[in-house]
């Protein structure tokens, strides 16, 4: 099976301006996690979207959002970029069923925001 | 809200010498708990976990010891290597819809 899968891979954006990343889960994974990680830091958890659905939420700002579709790939967007945006997202996917199940990471998308 | 601890933040050892690396969880309902090895510019990957009905779990050099009642796991890692230098995160679960809560991390140095 394909591992989970980022594009881009690099992005540099300028404060102001909106940014849309996407995952692509393990082929029968119906969830998707997202995470911002910053140099030196843990895996801040942003939000978790099951069968289209957000099931789970972390504390960040309205200006991180995100989608998924029925395919189970799922997109992040954050708008209105500032410095601090600045970071390493990941997304994991996870089958998502009722049991405790292992997350897989994607390879990240770093985001430079000038 | 539930949370997970991991101590030490930075640990440095020689090669050869053990590692351990220890989590405490405030969920009592989680029931599964993976550890994570992230080198440097790659992906977290899972290198073992253990669920609640076990209390031990080996893989070569790497053990997990899970004590319920008090609440926490610890990671070992024997014979250490150079290449087991990494930031290790463990993590918590306890499925059913509920988000897995990592904890903040520990960057191991092995040194040569």
């Known amino acids: 099976k394909a591992g989970v899968t980022q594009t881009p891979r690099y992005l540099i954006k300028t404060r102001g301006q909106q940014v849309t990343l996407s995952c692509s889960p393990i082929?029968?994974?119906?969830?998707v996690s997202w995470y911002q990680q910053t140099p030196g830091q843990g895996l801040q958890f942003l939000f978790e979207?099951?069968?289209?659905?957000?099931?789970n939420k972390g504390n960040f700002p309205g200006r991180f959002s995100g989608r998924q579709f029925s395919n189970s790939r799922s997109e992040m967007n954050v708008s209105t970029l500032e410095l601090g945006d600045s970071a390493l997202y990941l997304c994991?996917?996870?089958?998502?069923?009722?049991?405790?199940?292992?997350?897989?990471f994607g390879p990240g998308t770093r985001l430079l925001v000038l | 809200g539930e949370n997970v601890e991991q101590h030490p933040s930075t640990l440095s050892v020689q090669e050869g010498d053990s590692a351990v690396i220890k989590c405490t969880y405030s969920?009592?309902?989680?029931?599964?708990f993976p550890w994570y090895k992230q080198e440097l510019g790659k992906r977290p990957q899972l290198i073992i976990d253990i669920r609640s009905n076990v209390g031990e779990k080996k893989d070569q050099r790497i053990a997990v010891t899970l004590n319920k009642t008090a609440k926490h796991f610890s990671l070992h890692i024997t014979e250490t290597q150079p290449e087991d230098s990494a930031v290790y995160f463990c993590?918590?679960?306890?499925?059913?819809?509920?988000?897995?809560?990592f904890g903040a991390g520990t960057r191991l140095f092995v040194k040569a």
């Open positions: 969920d009592s309902a989680s029931n599964y």
């Open positions: 994991a996917s996870s089958l998502g069923g009722a049991s405790q199940e292992t997350q897989y």
């Open positions: 979207y099951f069968s289209e659905t957000q099931r």
């Open positions: 082929s029968g994974h119906r969830s």
């Open positions: 993590a918590a679960s306890r499925g059913g819809g509920f988000k897995t809560i």
